[in-house]
């Protein structure tokens, strides 16, 4: 125990000093040799950054964050100058409207011409006129199921309401997501701020919340693993990495259409360190280091280049991981529906959780 308190002390004070040595080179205009960067936790292979210290002699000061929602009021506060960070697609969005980011020099970027047209042409939705966003990793929501629980094919979100599977369905612990399942269910776009649609909504998870054995994030892949549960709402990175511990497992993307999803590597408006995050961007979209991301985080690359270099027919051609989306209706990406979009969903979702 003493061991695991003198721990915490230590990785508190490294956080404090990171903090403090942050916010004096941020006042001190930059410097050349480094780059700081902001990212998703387990979003990396640690050995590609090791990769980019060495060939380029530019040091990476490296933190991780857990939601978007927790990266954002940092970032906005300035507290900590980081130069980098890889938000998602709605956050982007509203990141842009605050005017958070600036716009990418693409000239400085040439790997960026590995990425699939098709995937920029998806980030016009959050990023019209691709100004601000270089895609990193993309995916869906959709449903994982244990064909030794399930003995029907599932092709549908309803079935996350079959009360034959009572205590045996997983819901993802996220407002967004649980609303985009409920209507979708019903027939609406995942970006409704329709306020009957919205309750028509509210009331259908009300009445799933009995059937549901638990909400949760990144539970729903170990419980999932283990048996101890039929069917999770979870995300297709996620579903990769699980088919690998449990064959018995099988992910589909329900008929009444899902979230498309894509997080991108944006530089920050206030950036200190610009030609240096322009090289770290440059460095993780060429081809070998995005596959040895892919390989690692299991989360679908947007990077052709890279997807070619899969030696693993299986992976390559994994309707998991590259889905054909043209063969599904109604795909969208999360939109930022603005502060009165967030109360109201979240108000929502209070309700929900309440009942």
């Keep these: 125990m003493k061991k695991i308190v003198k721990k915490i002390l230590i990785v508190m004070l490294v956080s404090v000093l990171s903090m403090t040595i942050l916010s004096a080179c941020s006042s001190s205009g930059g410097e050349n040799g480094v780059v700081y960067v902001y990212n998703w936790g387990e979003y990396i292979d640690p050995e590609t950054i090791e990769m980019f210290e060495e060939e380029t002699g530019i040091e990476v000061v490296y933190d991780e964050y857990e939601t978007n929602e927790i990266m954002y009021p940092k970032v906005e ?3 900590v100058s980081y130069d980098l960070v890889c938000p998602s697609d709605y956050m982007i969005q509203k990141m842009i409207d605050n005017d958070l980011l600036q716009e990418i020099n693409w000239a400085n970027i040439p790997n960026a011409s590995n990425i699939g047209e098709q995937y920029y042409v998806q980030s016009e939705e959050f990023d019209p006129g691709n100004k601000y966003a270089v895609p ?3 995916g869906t929501v959709g ?6 629980m399930v003995d029907e094919p599932i092709d549908s979100w309803t079935v996350l309401w079959d009360e034959k599977y009572e205590n045996n369905i997983l819901m993802q612990d996220s407002v967004r997501d649980a609303f985009m399942v409920a209507l979708k269910v019903n027939g609406h776009s995942m970006n ?5 649609e919205l309750q028509a909504a509210k009331e259908l998870l009300i009445e799933q919340k009995p059937l549901v054995q638990a909400y949760v994030v990144d539970q729903v892949r170990d419980k999932m693993i283990g048996g101890e549960a039929a069917i999770g709402v979870i995300y297709s990175g996620e579903a990769i990495y699980t088919q690998r511990e449990n064959p018995d497992l099988e992910y589909v993307i329900p008929k009444e259409g899902t979230n498309v999803w894509i997080d991108s590597w944006c530089i920050l408006k206030d950036a200190q360190n610009v030609e240096n995050a322009e090289k770290f961007i440059d460095f993780m979209c060429r081809p070998d280091i995005a596959l040895m991301n892919f390989e690692y985080i299991t989360y679908s690359t947007p990077n052709d280049a890279a997807r070619e270099l899969i030696e693993d ?6 309707t998991i991981a590259f889905p054909d989306l043209s063969q599904y209706e109604n795909l969208e990406t999360f939109s930022y529906l603005g502060e009165e979009g967030d109360e109201l969903y979240n108000n929502l979702w209070k309700e929900i959780k309440s009942e």
């Design 77 to 79: 506060a300035g507290a």
């Design 143 to 148: 449903i994982l199921y244990n064909k030794t």
């Design 192 to 196: 409704s701020m329709d306020e009957a």
């Design 313 to 318: 027919d299986d992976i390559r051609n994994s």
């Design 136 to 138: 990193y990793c993309w």
